[in-house]
């Protein structure tokens, strides 16, 4: 429960600050409120994975983990995404909707340059392996 507060805490601050900076982009120089926003979400991003280090081994819930899977591969993260991606199929949390969403990300991720897979931890031997291998898991469900 104070886990939960404490990242509610976070989006609501940082949900402030984005209102707050969109209001001064009208009026002030977008560049520089740009720089303050993109400097704001790096901190924010940092926090969040400050907690879930803090975590460690508590295995969290499904949704939480299908959001953090989603939240990764929006970021660019796509090793940790496919962290996040085999955890619900490991603990039995993968139903046909994730594995959907799955199979579209390594789709995604097979459109990608190696230089932008190599940025997100996650070379494309290693994505082709990983599509194989959800493919597998597909099966089994």
Do not use: C, W
């Not at 976070?10 to 009208?26: K, N, S, Y």
């Not at 460690?56 to 983990?65: E, V």
């Amino acid at each position: 429960m104070l886990r939960q507060d404490y990242i509610l805490r976070m989006i609501q601050q940082l949900a402030q600050a984005v209102g707050r900076l969109t209001a001064r982009a009208r009026t002030e120089d977008p560049a520089g409120v740009y720089a303050e926003l993109h400097a704001a979400l790096a901190e924010a991003e940092k926090r969040a994975e400050d907690l879930l280090a803090d975590l460690g081994g508590i295995d969290l819930p499904r949704d939480t983990i299908l959001r953090l899977f989603r939240y990764r591969s929006a970021t660019g993260r796509f090793a940790d995404a496919e962290n996040s991606l085999f955890d619900l199929v490991d603990r039995g949390l993968a139903n046909s909707a994730v594995i959907g969403e799955g199979q579209e990300f390594y789709r995604r991720l097979l459109d990608l340059e190696d230089a932008q897979l190599a940025a997100g931890e996650l070379p494309r031997d290693e994505v082709i392996e990983g599509q194989a291998e959800l493919e597998v898991a597909s099966v089994g469900s």
